[in-house]
């Protein structure tokens, strides 16, 4: 082997040995990193007031929130002190939902949690109001469910329970676990 044979083999020993690292390192992605991306909101907003529309364009749900933090990569969005306002296709009356904390899921179902007040804003309905402090809602049905002590209240009444299920369109309301009816007539 002559000088040119040797130079040109060690020149290209260096270069192998200089790149070899390089292309066994493993390109995927960090585990660890995209976990912490994740946990990092998208977007965040301050006093969020949105309104959504249907295809149709009649208003279906107001939103309005102290804050408002968007998890694109975990499907899902937490509101800070949300009050939703629920409008039905056959009542004039929306009903409003308050919260501490609420967390709306990209197939439209939101967990409301901490001292979560439904309250209907028809004069004529029969259920007034409903408390508890954990509630999933359905904002495409207009489901209501929860499996915690629920005090559901009217003109002349009280009912408390443990769980239950309800439809606010059709005004249906199933008791998961009656525990006590208070009926106080007004005069």
Not at 123 to 140: G, P, R, S
């Amino acid at each position: 082997m002559n000088r040119l044979g040797i130079s040109i083999a060690l020149i290209f020993t260096a270069v192998l040995g200089l790149y070899i690292p390089i292309w066994l390192e493993d390109d995927s992605p960090d585990p660890q990193t995209n976990m912490e991306e994740a946990l990092v909101p998208n977007y965040e907003v301050s006093y969020l007031s949105s309104k959504l529309f249907d295809e149709n364009g009649m208003l279906t749900h107001q939103v309005e929130a102290e804050k408002m933090e968007h998890y694109d990569q975990l499907g899902f969005v937490i509101f800070q002190q949300p009050t939703y306002t629920i409008y039905l296709e056959n009542a004039s009356q929306p009903w409003k939902v308050t919260a501490k904390q609420g967390t709306l899921y990209d197939d439209n179902r939101i967990q409301l949690e901490d001292n979560v007040l439904i309250t209907s804003l028809a004069q004529q309905d029969f259920v007034k109001q409903i408390e508890t402090q954990y509630m999933e809602i359905n904002l495409n049905d207009r489901t209501l469910v929860s499996d915690q002590p629920v005090q559901i209240s009217g003109i002349d009444y009280v009912i408390n329970s443990i769980g239950f299920k309800a439809n606010l369109e059709t005004q249906i309301y199933e008791l998961s676990n009656h525990v006590q009816t208070e009926y106080r007539p007004s005069r």
